[in-house]
């Protein structure tokens, strides 16, 4: 079987998950080359990967200027890259693993999609929560029509605060015009995304949405607290002071030590403190510049007249995604972090023998999704297997074997996209948003 060959664009958290891939099957997938801004990134990946020097890049042009042939690019790049560096790459002719969001802007979102049509490339986003075996099962139901088509779907989404925190309030996802998209596309377009996917045989059509910074906002702060926690007298009474927080507990370190190029496990307590008194993750996390919401409801309208919600939490104290979808003739429950699924079928022959309306007309089964789950025990477990999962699929698509019920080209990820452009819009306006209306007819 052909080996596939890929390159990475920009070497950070989620590149080096993805191609993790590469030392789980090293049989399927080899990573030749990798284009980082960041010397010490480009080192840790020569060493992971034995690449030559000559195929390591500080930029993507000198890349494309060499011609290197290759089956795909991750392109792991922050969020406002995402189009200059997708269209460069399309350009040229690549298929790419392209990191959520694709772009938090309508018209480059389109011409994205026109492009990866007019070159013939593969553009595979990374909504990898599609490619669980936690979501593929209810798919999987949902697609056997056992019961019925959709009429609401629930989904909610708590980001635990050691995430939210040190990704949103301090870290580089805080702030909008920093990174170029706000919290619902760059932390929930999965959702969206997983809310188009399961009820793909309709499209969303109208959008409503309320939300704001209100937790982690400056009139929370204690009075007589200072900018930075290493100086403030409240410090000690205080469950997100940065000395203990983040030095000690050490919550998300891959975000809050990344500057200072070095292995997290080597970096010493005094180089912490130090850092601390200088760098936003050292800073009051009610007076940093963190520009999002950190919660928001939003409420979509499909065309044939299903509906659905999604509200999802920053700062919660347990990190967790739950779903209930009411279909014509049964539900689906879950909690992905429990790995587990209740399936509900109404009882249709109830009526016939008489039963009361409360007694047997349903049944309820329990789906231990662990026992479905077929990796390997050293592979990648990101995302509850959606880290390898999304791989395993790539490297089979690209191989011409087929693709799965997960895997789809990027027209099917601009929905979850149109989503939250509209909730944002009707955030912001207050307004309800037709999604034909604002950004043409799909």
């Not at 395993?392 to 027209?411: N, Y």
Request: glycine share 6%; hydrophobic share 35%; aromatic share 10%.
């Amino acid at each position: 079987m052909k080996k596939i060959k890929g390159a990475i664009l920009g070497y950070g958290d989620r590149s080096f998950w993805y191609s993790q891939y590469a030392l789980d099957k090293p049989e399927e997938l080899e990573i030749i080359a990798v284009i980082d801004v960041n010397d010490y990134k480009l080192a840790k990946a020569k060493e992971r990967f034995n690449i030559p020097d000559d195929m390591l890049f500080n930029n993507l042009d000198e890349f494309l200027n060499k011609n290197i042939a290759c089956d795909f690019v991750i392109n792991g790049t922050m969020d406002q890259l995402h189009y200059e560096t997708t269209i460069k790459l399309l350009n040229k002719g690549y298929n790419i693993l392209l990191e959520k969001p694709i772009t938090s802007n309508p018209e480059e979102l389109l011409e994205i999609e026109k492009l990866s049509i007019k070159n013939n490339c593969k553009v595979i986003v990374c909504h990898v929560l599609r490619y669980t075996p936690f979501y593929r099962k209810i798919k999987e139901i949902l697609d056997s029509g056992e019961i019925g088509k959709i009429i609401n779907m629930e989904m909610n989404e708590h980001v635990w605060h050691g995430h939210f925190v040190n990704a949103y309030v301090r870290g580089k996802w805080r702030s909008e015009k920093e990174c170029g998209s706000g919290f619902l596309i760059a932390k929930c377009c999965h959702d969206t995304d997983l809310m188009c996917w399961l009820n793909n045989i309709t499209i969303p059509t109208e959008v409503a949405s309320f939300g704001k910074r209100a937790l982690y906002a400056p009139e929370n702060a204690p009075e007589g607290s200072t900018e930075y926690c290493h100086t403030c007298p409240k410090k000690d009474d205080c469950m997100f002071n940065a000395e203990v927080f983040e030095a000690v507990m050490n919550c998300c370190p891959q975000y809050t030590w990344a500057a200072l190029n070095k292995d997290k496990n080597a970096i010493t307590e005094e180089e912490k403190l130090a850092y601390l008194k200088t760098s936003v993750f050292g800073k009051c996390v009610y007076k940093t510049d963190m520009d999002i919401v950190d919660r928001q409801s939003v409420i979509v309208n499909f065309a044939n007249g299903s509906t659905a919600t999604l509200n999802m939490v920053g700062g919660a104290t347990k990190a967790g995604r739950h779903i209930h979808i009411v279909c014509e003739y049964g539900e689906i429950i879950g909690y992905i972090e429990e790995n587990k699924i209740i399936y509900r079928k109404f009882n249709k022959d109830a009526v016939k023998v008489k039963y009361t309306c409360d007694e047997n007309m349903y049944t309820d089964t329990v789906i231990d999704i662990n026992l479905l789950d077929n990796r390997e025990n050293n592979a990648s477990a990101g995302h509850n297997g959606g880290d390898f999962y999304i791989m395993k699929d790539l490297v089979s698509f690209l191989r011409g074997e087929g693709t799965s019920v997960s895997t789809t080209v990027i027209s099917d990820s601009v929905n979850s996209h149109l989503i939250c452009y509209a909730a944002e819009k009707s955030r912001t306006e207050k307004v309800i948003v037709n999604i034909e209306k604002e950004y043409g007819k799909r």
